[in-house]
């Protein structure tokens, strides 16, 4: 049977009034996104800020308290004085403190006489990752002390390098202008494949399904007027989801918003291709669903890099995460946002993701029949 473009517009127009009198498939494309976006960004951080921390400093003088003095200051810590090492072991083993910083008490001798006095530092482990990063800080704040005394005693600076650090793409180093960009691609991931594997599972639960397979409708046809309202309709959670990230979270775009606009278009495509298959393989919504969540959102989550670094896992999950479409577009998103347009990054990218796209629809076409089995 021949391709109508009537048949065409007909079918979407019904799923356009569907969709209307859906509020789960709005709330799945709008609210969904926000509140994910409100969670992640304002919720869940990787800086460490006002860390509690125990300082231990055995002969108070002049000399100990321009060193604590910086600690005090800093945005990072939240020190608390105590009298003893002793005590402040067992405030770390209670989880009241994640650092102790001990001064002993020849620290003001070895500081005048050398220029150099060693400082104890004992860092709660438990979690690594904010181990590593207090231990960074406090050497910081340690070296910065150390050149700030070489020059007010008149000494040489201690040090024969000085730092001059400079960062780039995200000069704030903020945790947030990494994350939000990331959680767009999460977004788009669920949106696109849930939005399209429930609605078609609630038409086979309905039974509207077989009532449109004895219509002269061709199974393109059926498909385009499925994607066509999902498609935009998920384009503009992307909107959405973007304009909460520049103007709410403060997230710099850099980049153009033509080219995320078409980097989206294709990670959309390839997300309701996903959909797609989902729904051939599931025809209630129960079921549908829990697909969705496992097959796109929890790969998209942990194996895109959006917040577990792909260059730290093993090889062969590296080689696994080449398989995840969200792995392209996170990377897009976060050279688009925080770098610009970055031909380099953006156009492998990008092909990557149209070609997933071709490869999901093609499937989901091949898997699509008129019948019932």
């Not at 005693?153 to 730092?163: C, Q």
């Amino acid at each position: 049977m021949s391709f109508s473009s009537r048949r065409l517009f007909g079918l979407m127009r019904k799923e356009s009034l569907q969709i209307g009198r859906d509020p789960s498939a709005l709330a799945i494309a709008f609210v969904l996104p926000a509140v994910l976006l409100f969670i992640f960004g304002f919720g869940v951080s990787l800086d460490a800020r006002h860390v509690p921390l125990a300082l231990v400093v055995q002969a108070p003088d002049a000399v100990t308290a321009s060193f604590t003095g910086r600690l005090n200051r800093s945005t990072y810590f939240a020190p608390t004085t105590y009298r003893s090492i002793q005590r402040a072991q067992q405030a770390m083993a209670a989880r009241k403190v994640q650092a102790i910083v001990w001064l002993r008490s020849d620290f003001t001798r070895r500081a005048e006489s050398s220029g150099n006095a060693p400082i104890g530092v004992l860092v709660d482990g438990v979690d690594a990752n904010t181990a590593r990063i207090v231990e960074g800080y406090l050497q910081q704040v340690w070296a910065n002390w150390l050149v700030a005394e070489a020059r007010r005693s008149g000494r040489p600076t201690p040090m024969a390098v000085a730092e001059e650090p400079r960062v780039r793409f995200n000069a704030e180093v903020r945790s947030r202008n990494y994350l939000v960009p990331g959680l767009i691609a999460v977004i788009m991931t669920l949106t696109g494949a849930l939005l399209t594997a429930l609605v078609i599972a609630r038409e086979w639960e309905r039974g509207t399904m077989e009532a449109l397979m004895v219509t002269p409708v061709t199974v393109a046809e059926i498909l385009l007027a499925k994607l066509t309202p999902y498609f935009l309709l998920g384009m503009g959670g992307m909107l959405v989801s973007v304009a909460l990230a520049v103007f709410l979270f403060a997230v710099p775009l850099h980049g153009s918003i033509l080219v995320l606009t078409g980097c989206s278009a294709l990670f959309m495509l390839a997300s309701l291709g996903m959909g797609l298959l989902i729904s051939s393989a599931a025809r209630t919504q129960f079921a549908a669903g829990q697909i969705a969540i496992i097959a796109t959102f929890l790969p998209a989550f942990i194996l895109s890099g959006f917040v577990f670094d792909i260059g730290s896992m093993p090889a062969i999950i590296q080689l696994i995460t080449h398989l995840i479409a969200a792995r392209y577009f996170v990377s897009i998103l976060q050279s688009v946002f925080l770098a610009g347009d970055i031909p380099s990054v953006i156009l492998p990218n990008a092909a990557a993701l149209a070609l997933m796209a071709a490869l999901f629809l093609a499937l989901a076409r091949a898997r699509a029949r008129k019948r019932l089995d």
